[in-house]
């Protein structure tokens, strides 16, 4: 994801990074703990309203599910990754800056 933002030409590789923000929030409620809410997407972009957002994906799939075929069956859960109602979570970058 921030492989495609580019620092601005006399600036720092490390300044330009310091304005980027990354997140990376559950989207589904956890159904063990009800203290435990996901997020939807606009509830994430309204948390940075002074950030512009550069990507925000689905990631990471279903945490007992992915633990159940660790180590013994990697392509089938990067097979099941692939499909988004799987995904229990938001990866992001935000960068400073008007939307």
Do not use: C, W
Request: no cysteine; proline share 8%.
């Amino acid at each position: 994801m921030v492989n495609r933002f580019r620092p601005e030409q006399g600036q720092t590789t490390e300044d330009a990074l310091a304005e980027l923000h990354d997140e990376y929030d559950l989207r589904v409620d956890n159904p063990s703990n009800p203290n435990v809410r996901g997020f939807q997407r606009s509830e994430i972009r309204a948390l940075f309203p002074h950030l512009s957002e550069a990507t925000l994906r689905s990631t990471t799939l279903v945490p007992p599910l992915i633990r159940m075929l660790a180590g013994r069956a990697r392509l089938a859960a990067e097979l099941l990754e692939a499909i988004p109602p799987l995904r229990t979570h938001y990866v992001g970058v935000f960068v400073k800056g008007e939307r």
